[in-house]
C-alpha cells in the first residue's frame, strides 16, 4: 500500500507540475507581445547564452564527427561502400545526431545555467525585490532568457554541424585520401532542402524547450540554498527528457509531411 500510495503521490505532482508549467508557458507568451520590450536584457542573455557556449558546441561537434567517420569507415569498407561516407555522415548529422547532441550540451550548460541563476535569486529574495521595486521579474528575466535560448540553439547547431563535416572531411582526408573539395561537394550533393528546413525548424522548439524549463525551475525555486541545487538539477534531467520526446515528435511529423 505504501508503494502504491507513494507512487500516485508521484504521478500526481508530476502532472501537477505539468499544468503548473503550461501557466508559465501561458504567461510567457502574454508577457512576450506587451511593453516594456527588454532588448538590453535579451541581447546580453544571447551573448552569455550564444558565444560563450561556442567553444563547447565546436569541440563537441568536431569530436562527433571525427568519431562517428571513424567508427562508420570500417563497415562500409566490408561493403565496398565508402565513396558514400560523406553523403552518409552529412545527412546522420544534419538531420539527426548534430541537432540532438548539441541540444543535449546546451541542456547541461545553459539549462542548469539558468536554473541555478534564478533559483539563487529567488532564495536570497532578489525577484521580490525587483517586484517591490516596480520592476516586472518575470519579464525581464523569465522572457529575455527563453526568448535568447531560442534565438542561440539553433545558430550552435548550425556552428555545430559545420565543424562536425570539418572533422568527418580531415578524417577522409587522412584515411582514404579524399580532397576538402571533393568531400563537401559530395555533401552538398546530397543535401537537399528536406533536410536541412525540418532539423533546423525543430531546434527552434528545443531552445525554447531549454530556456522554459530552465527558467520554470529556477523561478519556483524553494527550500533555501538546497532549493538551488535541485532546481539546477532537475532543469537538465526534465530538459533532456523534454528534447527527446520533441525529436520524436518532430521526426515522426516530417515523415508524415514529406513521404
Known amino acids: 500500500m505504501k508503494i502504491l500510495s507513494s507512487y500516485q503521490s508521484g504521478l500526481s ?15 510567457y507568451f502574454r508577457e512576450l507581445f506587451s511593453r516594456p520590450f527588454e532588448f538590453r536584457e535579451f541581447l546580453k542573455q544571447c551573448y552569455q547564452m550564444g558565444n560563450k557556449s561556442l567553444l563547447l558546441v565546436s569541440v563537441t561537434g568536431f569530436i562527433l564527427g571525427l568519431v562517428f567517420t571513424l567508427q562508420s569507415r570500417p563497415t562500409l569498407m566490408e561493403f565496398g561502400a565508402v565513396s558514400w561516407m560523406p553523403s552518409m555522415i552529412s545527412i546522420s548529422i544534419v538531420r539527426e545526431i548534430g541537432p540532438v547532441i548539441i541540444a543535449l550540451i546546451c541542456a547541461g550548460r545553459i539549462g542548469s545555467s539558468i536554473g541555478a541563476e534564478l533559483g539563487s535569486m529567488r532564495v536570497t529574495e532578489q525577484i521580490d525585490a525587483m517586484e517591490v521595486s516596480g520592476t516586472n521579474p518575470f519579464k525581464f528575466l523569465v522572457v529575455t532568457r527563453i526568448l535568447s535560448a531560442t534565438c542561440m540553439l539553433p545558430i550552435l547547431v548550425i556552428v555545430g554541424d559545420f565543424v562536425a563535416l ?16 571533393l568531400y563537401f561537394n559530395q555533401v552538398f550533393a546530397a543535401l537537399e532542402f528536406t533536410d536541412l528546413l525540418p ?16 527558467c520554470f525551475k529556477g523561478y519556483n525555486s524553494k527550500k533555501g540554498t ?11 534531467v526534465f530538459t533532456s527528457m523534454l528534447l527527446f520526446v520533441l525529436d520524436f515528435i518532430a521526426v515522426f511529423i516530417t515523415d508524415i509531411f514529406y513521404n
Do not use: Q, Y
Open 166 to 181: 570539418i572533422g568527418s572531411a580531415i578524417i577522409e582526408n587522412i584515411k582514404g585520401d579524399v580532397s576538402f573539395t
Open 13 to 27: 505532482s508530476f502532472f501537477l507540475e505539468i499544468g503548473e508549467m503550461g501557466k508559465f508557458t501561458g504567461r
Open 226 to 236: 538546497a532549493g538551488v541545487g535541485k532546481a539546477s538539477n532537475s532543469a537538465v
Open 199 to 214: 532539423a533546423t525548424v525543430k531546434t527552434f522548439f528545443f531552445g525554447f524547450a531549454i530556456g522554459l524549463v530552465g
